[in-house]
């Protein structure tokens, strides 16, 4: 079978989008995302000397990563991470509190695991922006900038992080061939917007997934190779996009790379079974995904774990999505930490906004962006302390407040994008990804 990309972009009826590509037989080598064209037709002979270069002249491409757990539809911070006790009986958590290991902190009454690793975990309890909407409020924190046409089905208008980070370091990694970029779940905003289809993210639940396995001997990879050599003269005729100019920088490593034991980072049957089963079910399994995929040189994974939308019934709806949270999310923390990557991995936990301060008629809170809380593990950044206090009634920042911008030049930190990069827009414009954002100062 051989499929030649027509340039249009595909949505699936929950409008993720994928690019087209290149696929010859079952062998799939777009899957990669090889076939994706950065700058030029960069493809992954390129992308090692572009690399090469960058060391010379002292610019080496850091190799950390960012694991980003969206916690969709807006999580409550005051039953997570802000329990407010001394807050008026209708404000304060209605599932209590846990004390954990730092003196005079407290989490929702959910977190037990969590907090006997607080010591390990940073908290923002000052994180603010203005939208209030779902899409609003997720292209606001996903990308650094608002939306306000977000909820009416506006396409978004900025790239997402992981997007920005695969324009800066390729789209693949240069010795493993996994993917710069990889989502777990869609998210609104969390694609490339004006930087191309190249840039979006990977998906492993997608098609593209599948085509990664090898099914064919090794004895028929000359003649595929052969059908690639032909397909050259077809791309040009045929394709004006630009979807499929690296093809020709394929060559052997393209090849070796998917010959390679790259792809069991997706496989959780090559995990110690031990660990896997401390991880925990659903969200744990993806969150082990997430570190492998980290382990073997991936620099963005956004991990997808919605049901936060809690207008009515918080205390039912939390008991029954916290504990599974709190399992994940301390058993990643302490693998990290035992396996010394607490330094190249940051784990970020958000969601679009947080709850209105005072519990509603229907036992619930509604959409609130005027405060939420934030809770990062890892990434080489001072842990072990609450950043930022909220109000006597949990309703605004009592500190100042930090902004969408602001955890972004935080990230960029950590995965070493310069603060003041700049990319061109839809309108043939050079403008920085942050304008604004300063660094969060008692992380770094």
Request: charged share 20%; with cysteine; proline share 5%.
């Amino acid at each position: 079978m051989l499929e030649i990309p027509t340039g249009r972009l595909h949505r699936n009826c929950a409008g993720l989008a994928r690019r087209d590509m290149i696929k010859v037989g079952s062998l799939g080598l777009g899957a990669w995302g090889l076939g994706a064209p950065a700058v030029g037709g960069l493809g992954l002979g390129q992308l090692l000397r572009t690399r090469a270069a960058r060391a010379d002249a002292g610019l080496a491409t850091k190799d950390t990563s960012v694991i980003w757990l969206w916690l969709g539809g807006g999580a409550t911070h005051v039953e997570t991470f802000d329990p407010k006790m001394t807050a008026p009986a209708e404000y304060r958590s209605v599932t209590g509190e846990v004390k954990t290991n730092l003196p005079g902190v407290s989490f929702g009454g959910n977190f037990e695991r969590m907090a006997k690793i607080a010591d390990k975990l940073a908290i923002v309890r000052s994180f603010a922006h203005t939208n209030s909407g779902h899409g609003g409020g997720t292209h606001y924190v996903m990308t650094g900038y608002d939306n306000r046409l977000a909820d009416n089905g506006a396409v978004p208008d900025r790239p997402g992080i992981g997007s920005i980070l695969a324009r800066q370091r390729g789209t693949n990694h240069p010795q493993t061939g996994i993917p710069t970029y990889v989502r777990i779940g869609g998210i609104y905003a969390d694609g490339p917007s004006f930087l191309g289809t190249a840039y979006g993210p990977f998906d492993p639940g997608g098609e593209a997934r599948q085509n990664m396995a090898l099914v064919v001997g090794k004895d028929r990879f000359d003649g595929r190779r052969d059908l690639l050599e032909g397909i050259d003269t077809v791309r040009r005729s045929v394709d004006r996009s630009g979807l499929v100019d690296g093809l020709d920088a394929f060559e052997q490593q393209a090849f070796d790379i998917i010959l390679s034991r790259s792809q069991q980072a997706f496989d959780l049957k090559y995990e110690d079974p031990r660990v896997v089963d401390r991880y925990g079910p659903g969200l744990g399994q993806q969150l082990l995904q997430a570190r492998r995929l980290c382990e073997a040189g991936c620099g963005f994974v956004t991990v997808s774990h919605g049901g936060w939308d809690m207008h009515t019934g918080i205390k039912a709806a939390m008991d029954n999505l916290g504990p599974a949270l709190d399992r994940a999310v301390a058993a990643l923390v302490e693998d990290m930490a035992m396996r010394g990557l607490d330094k190249k991995i940051l784990l970020v936990v958000s969601g679009e906004f947080g709850r209105t301060p005072k519990i509603n008629g229907g036992a619930g809170r509604d959409h609130w962006a005027p405060l939420s809380t934030l809770a990062l593990a890892g990434g080489g950044l001072t842990m072990g302390q609450v950043i930022g206090e909220s109000a006597e009634k949990v309703d605004v920042p009592k500190t100042a407040p930090i902004s969408p911008q602001d955890l972004m030049a935080t990230i960029f930190q950590v995965l070493g994008i310069e603060g003041r990069v700049q990319y061109v827009n839809q309108a043939g414009r050079p403008v920085y990804m942050i304008e604004q954002g300063r660094p969060i100062e008692e992380l770094v």
